[in-house]
């Protein structure tokens, strides 16, 4: 180890956030750059399955809300971006790789929205899954990461609340077909869901380092069971099941059993081969592709407006 | 028509041109041209569709039959929707969508302006707290028109091109009937001929910095929309928009 | 599931699978690349829908709780709707909407062709017509491919291009589930095994004239249309397919 | 006059019809050739307003005779732009006028369809009075024409038929919603419909030529007359009105007297300012030129496959 390696994990070690200007080792810098651009892209990346049903939201106040979710999705994908910038990586090269399949995105936007409920599961489910990241990653030893994540777990608690009032309303309030769609939805997202946490630890070959490093502070494993323990009671609370024959308490461990997560399935969407992999990338690549011109034409005008500036001074 | 029914009508317009506009804005989510672009497009969007919850409001109030401001979006069909035919035009490039804006956001800041010392206190209750977002989104889209004008030679080109496919829908914005004039003449409505200077003035000033031209004032303009005569676009919009609720129509909440 | 609920099930697939292609297709009207190809393109939508009325009407009379034909269509919403995934994908552009008709055609085709011998008469009768009609999709939708494949460079890369995108749609088409394993058994529909042959010998034989690449046969495939899990398209589909009678369900007459 | 210009004029009057290896006056060709383009984009263009609900047809029947006209309608498109080829004009050429803007088509297809009545109304009123022309027009001295507008006649009462049946069922038993659509499409469809048969017999500078060619055999004004005359008793069976108040029967003439046409609005949408002019020539210009590469790749094939017959011959 040399010096500054050994003063940076001393740092880490005492918990002092390490900032954009110290010294960091690059396996660091490429990990953190890889982790933050990969959470930023799913930002933006989790916005298409939710504009899929904001022209159809049932509701003025439901439409108005989805709209703001997504609106902070947006915010988050942009704090995001710059937390990574901090770290000398350039957003459109990380955006390229995204487009060019170099980069991942969470792979539960891979799924699509089937109904409306859907809306409501991805709020409870998929940024509950979320938060229990976050939370702790708001510990994160990056400063601008950690920084990032405190505004940002405010936020998705709000829209997890928000999507699990969806949930509840429909479930208590709602006709039969409504219930359905509950039900529906949650068959559709659980094990997605419970996927979000990424590999059993023993398959997860860089987390040991990452957690040496303070980029990652529990398991995935650990994540997992925390995630279920906590949604279990709220599922039951509305009146649902989940598709898992074996989930049940167990008194012992004082956490949920659970049956075996399909990891041929996780594996497929990694490698592409998810439902809405392909429309995903696409959609995002044309927005992108199709608004060069636009991006082109501030540039021009800042550039020709500073000039200007320049003459008159 | 009576004195109520014609703000009925008027409260109409307002909230279906803000809705209409706001669903068009909504179809954008991750696809506009830049992150900092779904977040701008998301928060007009949002704006509009909240004065639109605003004016649906007051007006199922007065119309009182029982239809409440959902019930009002999601259960007409076009003929009943009172939508400027502006608003309702595909996003197609993003030089139609923010020329679209533009057009609309200048007509829309001003008669806000006015409806702000309109006699009746809700109306301008209202007005005042959406004028502030229409500063906004005005001056947003004001400075795109003059980025993509003043841009590149391909910018300049799109955006000459979007002023001239839209500027056939921009007479309805300026040409008052029947309600914009009894609107006027009680005091809540903004006056028809100061409306029309001032969208010429701040267009016309605005296209000059952009280097573009306008069409003429005496073109030929496409209306219909204040009194639901549309274009073949909005209906389907509303199919879209409205599936939900007319699928399952024995939903009471959602 | 009883022996008739079966048939129910699968008489919803044969005509849910026909009616959305059918749709589909309709969206081309005017817009196809050639006046001869409208009316081919028509001409071929007509025949789908067709086939969907007869087993939709006979689906309505097995499931007999008052919905007939038109509700069948028309009120359900897409987690009911039983078609292949296939046909609910986008026309994109005219190799897409090309290959998609051939994937199809050629499954239909056979398919047909086994249940004009099916047990049940009725199934036999609608088969023994609608054969007629897919024999002709069939000649038509390779010989498109065969053009496009072995026509001119653009062509050739957008079918093949065509063919890589659609192929995980195609595990669906001889994927058997119990319902067509049960309606084998019933002596109502194909054998599964013969159609999965026969479907990959005929698609490689044209492939291969056409100098086109077919995806492999354990490549990953996306399922779900039969039992009610829909790509994204189907809500849109639905929701611009059944406006009318949803948003006028007190119309008894159209 | 020349010899053959006498002999065409004699062949004219006897009533013999002209073919295509036939001497013709230069203007005479042109006439026609101008007249039947029009005819066969008007028919191509004329699907597109029945596109518009084609996709949203109400019941499995409607959907089905909707279909089976615009089917009919490509059909009459290929026959007349067959009928154009034997004067020696090029389809491709034709269409390139239409998509230019130099080439015209009935514009009463620049009108939108704003409900589903309207697929009554333009089978009964735009069918109707398209009918009355091309009635005329099957004795029309050209041969291939007068063939074609034989065979297109009968599809087309078939058509307008069926519109006035969808109008019919609509008023008789419909819901209130369902009557005011008929009216509302009737509103709106009336006078642009009136407005097909073109402008009064002395503001048609050509017509008078077309006469004695026998390519036109009515004057613009008769057949307008002949249409009211013929669907005014068809609106009073249907229960509803035409937006005219002046129109009403004159015993002494024996025909209905009606109100002025709005000359403005046809000159507007005649010079490409009607409600849907740019959409529907836009419309059809990316349908044929997003196909350029579908119909090179079918010339292509076809070259390939008789070389390959050549070589194996």
Known sequence: MSPEERDFQEKVDAETKIEAKNW?????????????????????????????????????????????????????????????????????????KLHDGKAKYSSIFNYPTLNWADMGAVGWLVDGAAIVNQVVLQRTSYGPYSRAMVR????????????????????????????????????????????????????????QQSMVWKIKRKSNDELRQMFIDQTIPQLEFLGCTVPDPDLKWNEE???????????????DVLKGNGPCNRERIATRKKAIDDGAWVREAAVAYAAKQKQRADKAA | MTQQEVLQEYLLRLADSDMILGQRLSELTGKAPAV??????????????????????????????????????????????????????????????????????????FTLKSLVNASDERVATIAAKAVKEATYHLRRSSEWVKRMGDGTEESHRRIQDAFNLLWRFTGELITPDEVDHAMFKAG?????????????????????????????????MYMGGKRGEHTEHLGHILAVMQFLPRAYPDATTW
């Not at chain 1, 709602?174 to 039900?183: A, W």
């Not at chain 1, 461990?253 to 594996?267: A, L, M, P, T, V």
């Not at chain 2, 119309?63 to 009172?82: M, Q, S, T, W």
């Not at chain 2, 029309?196 to 306008?214: I, N, S």
């Open chain 1, 24 to 96: 960091m080792p690059d396996g660091y810098r490429k990990t953190l750059i890889r982790q933050i651009s990969q959470h930023a892209h799913s930002e933006i990346v989790g916005m298409l399955p939710e504009g899929n049903w904001v022209t159809r939201a049932p509701t003025l106040k439901r439409k108005l809300q989805l709209m703001a979710k997504i609106q902070d999705e947006a915010g988050h994908g942009l704090y995001l971006y710059s937390a990574m910038e901090t770290l000398g990586a350039d957003r459109d090269e990380e955006i390229q």
């Open chain 1, 152 to 207: 940002i777990c405010k936020e998705e608690s709000f829209h997890q609340r928000q999507g699990y009032q969806i949930l509840l309303d429909m479930m208590r309030e709602g006709t039969q077909e409504q219930k359905d769609m509950v039900q529906d939805a949650i068959n559709r997202l659980w094990w997605p869901a419970l996927m979000m946490f990424g590999p059993h630890d023993d398959e997860s070959p860089n987390s």
């Open chain 1, 253 to 267: 461990r004082g956490h949920y059993d659970f049956g075996d997560i399909n990891w041929k399935e996780f594996y």
């Open chain 2, 36 to 109: 900092e672009e779904e977040l701008a497009v998301m928060n007009v969007a949002l704006d509009l569709v909240g004065q639109a919850r605003n004016w649906y409001e007051y007006a199922a109030e007065l119309i009182n039959d029982g239809r409440d401001a959902d019930k009002l979006v999601f259960l007409r069909d076009a003929h009943e929707y009172r939508n400027l035919l502006m608003v309702e035009q595909p996003n197609d490039d993003y030089a139609v969508t923010m020329a679209r804006q533009f057009f609309f956001d200048v007509w829309h800041y």
């Open chain 2, 188 to 220: 809540i409505g903004p006056d028809p001929e100061q409306i029309k200077q001032d969208w010429f003035g701040m267009v016309r000033e605005v296209a000059a910095q952009a280097t573009l031209t306008v069409g003429e004032e005496d073109a030929w």
